[in-house]
């Protein structure tokens, strides 16, 4: 008779199948490379990102693990102007959203979660908000811990890294608190 601890889940075969498809992947991925900025095109991504784009890091929970998430993401009405930047990063997605009422502008969305490319482009970025500045370097720091130590994490406390992931998510969420009561210097 087979003790508990000797019985293999589905979930757990799963689990292990996705590890080692993953890791196959990873191996095999060729290194982007992203085109040289000049001084107008990081300034001008720079001040877009200040006025029309924010940083999104969040956690996502599946199957008992974390899973994080990197985004930058410019809205925009003038879509020519967000195929400009899908153009010169060669990465993302854009896509059109709904407007509020029937008389609004369609707004534009471009995201970019490349995580190779967030890492090559985020370090040539400077903003001139404090908070979205702040935000750009903990998602800096967040994208190379996750690099080193694995974006996906199993349960609590099994990885030394997961508590900073965590801070920095908590961090993300008081910059990005909107209206009157934010405990945020700007």
Same mark, same amino acid.
């Given at each position: ?23 196959r ?50 809205? $925009?009405?003038? #879509?020519?102007?967000?195929?400009? *930047?899908?153009? +010169?990063?060669?990465? /993302?997605?854009?896509?059109? %959203? &709904? ?21 090559s ?11 979205k ?22 349960s609590?406390g099994?990885?030394?890294?997961? $508590?900073?992931? #965590?801070?920095?998510?908590?961090? *993300?969420?008081? +910059?990005?608190?909107? /209206?009157?009561?934010?405990? %945020? &210097?700007?």
């Open positions: 008779m087979l003790t508990f601890r000797f019985l293999i889940t589905m979930h757990n075969i799963k689990t292990i199948l996705r590890e080692i498809i993953l890791k992947l990873r191996s095999q991925r060729q290194p982007i490379v992203l085109p040289e900025f000049n001084s107008f095109e990081l300034g001008y991504l720079s001040g877009f990102c200040d006025g029309d784009g924010y940083l999104f890091f969040g956690k996502e929970y599946t199957g008992g693990s974390v899973q994080f998430k990197f985004h930058l993401i410019l809205c $925009n009405t003038n #879509l020519s102007v967000l195929m400009y *930047f899908k153009k +010169l990063i060669r990465y /993302g997605t854009i896509s059109g %959203v &709904e407007g509020r009422t029937e008389n609004a502008k369609p707004v534009y969305k471009y995201v970019l979660s490349h995580r190779e490319a967030l890492e482009i985020l370090p040539l970025l400077k903003f001139q908000i404090p908070r500045e702040e935000g750009r370097k903990l998602m800096i720091e967040a994208l190379k811990i996750t690099a080193e130590h694995r974006t996906h994490v199993t609590i099994e990885n030394k890294y997961k $508590n900073r992931l #965590l801070q920095i998510d908590r961090r *993300f969420r008081e +910059l990005n608190k909107r /209206g009157r009561n934010k405990n %945020v &210097e700007s």
